[in-house]
């Protein structure tokens, strides 16, 4: 018996040991309202109300001038949980929690700058100068790389907030000067309903090309993962939607560039929002607590597919097989299911999306090394490869405890790695869509106030 609680000790050692130099997996999420959140924090399960083995650091723009996210701007790591007065969420909740389970044995941290009302032309777009009407909006793409940003900055393009601690920089920092070794995991991106308002709609996937290839030039990282959110058909006005009649075709723009950009970048994928509820019915801009939920549910699938692809272009998460072009009064949501199965076909999770009609789902296979795709609407998933590698089975738990103090300070360059396409099975990845089907089975069962 002692011999063997010996053994035990030992491979725990060992486990320890190994999770401990394993490089924290950082993700950084970004864009306008509908990824900074209208989700209703304290009506969230006991497990997601504060995560404090997921490191997060959060900042909205609107704290440049007192802001009612003024509180919720960060300046260290903290658990991951909703912020600010009304302590709010958006899909970072559920895609941290999904990833954790996804690799245990690494740490997971979580960068968010997200400002509603902005857009790709006047406050995302490297190297722009302050916007004049709305000053608070201004330079998004430097606030969040800070020293990453190659842009240079000077006459009428002058950094209006230079001494603004930056997001991206100072976290990486921070993470190094505790000694952990870095790994830009991957982008999501929800954004794209401001311009679907405009003009910016037509020119909208050439925009969008141009910030993906930005944001992976000044990180050093040509093949970082990227998952977008397509923009809801909610904002139709035959469905009630805030978006004038006559503008259908700018919508159908955006929704479309959106889906044109994934389909022809193995290393981006997009996720579908077709069926989420408005959060009332005189804002069907946002989405309803529920929703914040499922998308970052849905935004884990489809990292995970992402990451497991092995090459085949256009990759698309299982939940993106929805109509691309929704077209005037919008489409019905197709494929609002996955269920990802291990190459012993033991592990499969039924992970339905709820909500619209059409939903006929689909599934990736890693024994095949293929995915197909439901029927729903007529997009392509398009997703080949292994479901997910995330590890191998029986990793030991990421290491626990506070997250690392430390000075903010920055860095001069990014002493990261991006993600890459990981040689590891997918068991680790099944478990982690089980769960996120258990969270839906218990969201069922009542759905939160809006």
């Known amino acids: 018996m002692k011999r063997s609680c ?15 130099a394993q490089p924290v997996k950082l993700f950084v999420l970004a864009g306008q309202s509908n990824m900074v959140g209208y989700g209703v924090g304290t009506a969230l399960p006991a497990e997601l109300q504060s995560q404090p083995d997921i490191w997060y650091d959060h900042h909205n723009p609107d704290a440049r001038e007192g802001g009612p996210y003024a509180a919720a701007t960060s300046t260290d790591w903290g658990p991951l ?15 941290g929690h999904a990833m954790a389970a996804a690799y245990p044995e690494h740490r997971i941290a979580i960068v968010k700058l997200a400002q509603g009302g902005t857009n790709l032309v006047d406050h995302w777009g490297r190297g722009l100068g302050p916007d004049p009407e709305v000053l608070y909006k201004s330079q998004l793409y430097h606030a969040l790389l800070g020293k990453l940003d190659s842009a240079t900055y000077t006459g009428d ?3 209006r907030y230079p001494e603004e601690p930056t997001r991206l920089d100072n976290a990486l920092a921070r993470l190094e000067s505790e000694g952990h070794d870095v790994e830009i995991a991957g982008l999501l991106w929800m954004q794209g309903e401001n311009e679907a308002g405009w003009a910016a709609a037509f020119t909208y996937g050439d925009t969008l090309r141009g910030f993906i ?8 990282a040509p093949g970082l993962p990227v998952v977008l959110g397509r923009i809801s058909d909610n904002l139709y006005p035959a469905n009630g939607g805030p978006i004038a009649a006559g503008k259908e075709a700018n919508i159908d723009a955006v929704r479309a560039a959106q889906v044109a950009v994934a389909e022809e970048d193995p290393r981006v994928a997009w996720v579908d929002t077709d069926d989420f509820a408005p959060r009332r019915a005189d804002d069907t801009w946002h989405f309803d607590s529920a929703a914040y939920q499922l998308l970052g549910e849905r935004f884990a699938e489809a ?5 497991g692809e092995t090459g085949s272009p256009g990759a698309s998460s299982a939940n993106s097989a929805a109509s691309a072009g929704a077209g005037g009064g919008g489409g019905a949501a197709g494929a609002s299911g996955s269920s990802v199965s291990s190459a012993s076909g033991a592990a499969s999770a039924g992970v339905g999306g709820g909500g619209a009609a059409g939903a006929s789902g689909s599934s990736v296979s890693s024994a095949s090394g293929a995915a197909s795709t439901g029927v729903g609407g007529g997009g392509a998933a398009g997703a080949s490869g292994s479901a997910a590698a995330a590890g191998s089975a029986g990793s030991a738990a990421g290491p626990s405890g506070a997250a690392p103090g430390g000075a903010g300070g920055s860095s001069s360059g990014c002493g990261c790695r991006a993600a890459g396409v990981p040689g590891q099975g997918p068991t680790a990845a099944a478990l982690a869509l089980i769960a996120l089907a258990a969270l839906r089975r218990r969201r069922r069962s009542g759905r939160e106030p809006g």
Do not use: N, Q
């Open 6 to 20: 010996i053994a035990v000790a030992a491979l725990a050692i060992s486990l320890s040991a190994s999770a401990a």
């Open 81 to 95: 949980e909703p912020k600010g007065e009304a302590r709010r969420y958006g899909p970072e909740i559920t895609f």
């Open 213 to 220: 290839a930005a944001i992976r030039e000044d990180l050093g």
């Open 157 to 159: 393009r002058a950094l």
């Open 303 to 307: 990292y995970l597919a992402l990451v």
